[in-house]
């Protein structure tokens, strides 16, 4: 394998999300019938990665029990002493310091593999030491602040909390999302402090390092601010889940299929639906079903695990689980069996 093609993943799922106030990790509160997680391994997994390296600490069996389907190395922060601190705890399971390391959050479940992927061809194209994402937003509170030159060049990454009152108004956010040389990142993330407001090591401080060093910064703008916002509370969940499923639905209307009030419609990644089915509004189909074309499924419906034959009318608010019915069904509103 060339050093060009060598590309090491790092995705950070150690942290507990304390405003999620929940027990449970936060990369494994669900969004769109799966673990967020889930969703940021499957964004990363048309580039090939060499290596899929995901970093646990809170409730780490867990994480690991959740991603067994998946192929991924683990590494463990002990401590929750910064997000550089994270990536170093990746380093073992590097074998090569040749080539690239993208880094992301695992509470990204927006974000889009041809996004991640037109960064990469970037940071190659340019040979940077160190592309990070950017975006845009009217609100930037939260956010690390993205310093520029009066050319665009980044200088600096300032996190919220040490903002002063004039970086307080730039509107260009960190994303949480770099490419970095290998070689060039581990050798500098040992060198950062913890002088800031959380003592901690800031992963964003190596962007610092490497414009005092004069080597190749560069920012990826990603147009599409909705993609990259992390999910950190369960407003923020259940509009992720929202963004999902109407990506979904709109793949399946441009395949063929009528839906009426689109908003209100659920269909999980893995059913199956043929065109020329009309969905109406408020139905849920759920788990792996399979719909053939020219059914019609009534208002309020919940299928879970259903096999529809051809031509089949299922009435509204009937609530349908783990069976197959042949062509030209009709089953009559309110039904609870098949």
């Known amino acids: 394998m060339s050093v060009d093609s060598t590309l090491y993943l790092v995705i950070l799922a150690a942290g507990k999300g304390t405003r999620m106030k929940s027990d449970k990790a936060k990369v494994l509160h669900e969004v769109f019938y799966a673990p967020m997680i889930h969703h940021v391994l499957d964004a990363v997994s048309p580039m090939q990665p060499t290596k899929s390296i995901v970093v646990v600490g809170h409730q780490g069996d867990a994480v690991r029990k959740s991603l067994a389907a998946y192929t991924v190395d683990f590494a463990v922060q002990e401590e929750q002493l910064g997000t550089g601190h994270a990536v170093l705890c990746a ?97 500098h993330l040992k060198n950062i402090g913890t002088d800031n407001s959380q003592s901690e090591v800031y992963l964003t ?23 990259v916002l992390g999910v950190n509370s369960r407003l923020e969940l259940s509009q992720a889940h929202h963004e999902l499923q ?17 908003e209100t419609i659920q269909v999980s990644p893995k059913s199956f639906i043929a ?58 509103p309110h039904s609870h069996t098949c």
Do not use: W
């Open 275 to 332: 065109k020329d089915v009309t969905l109406h509004p408020g139905i849920e189909i759920k788990g792996t079903s399979s719909i053939s074309s020219g059914c019609d499924i009534e208002a309020g419906a919940l299928l879970n695990n259903v096999t529809l034959g051809r031509n089949c009318r299922i009435g509204a608010y009937s609530c349908l689980e783990e069976c197959d019915l042949p062509d030209n069904t009709s089953i009559d």
């Open 205 to 227: 401080d190596i962007v610092t390092q490497a414009v005092q060093e004069n080597l190749i910064v560069h920012k990826f703008i990603n147009p599409a601010p909705g993609d």
């Open 91 to 187: 380093e073992p399971a590097i074998d090569t310091l040749d080539g690239c390391v993208m880094i992301l959050c695992g509470d990204t479940p927006l974000i889009r593999p041809e996004t991640l992927q037109a960064m990469l061809r970037q940071h190659r194209a340019q040979n940077a030491t160190l592309t990070v994402m950017t975006t845009i937003l009217d609100d930037p509170t939260h956010y690390g602040r993205i310093i520029s030159s009066d050319e665009g060049t980044v200088l600096a990454i300032v996190e919220e909390k040490d903002t002063d009152s004039e970086q307080k108004k730039i509107r260009e956010i960190n994303a949480g999302i770099y490419c970095i040389k290998t070689k060039f990142l581990f050798a």
């Open 246 to 262: 109407l990506r979904r639905n709109r793949e399946l209307m441009a395949s063929g299929i009528t839906m009426i009030n689109p």
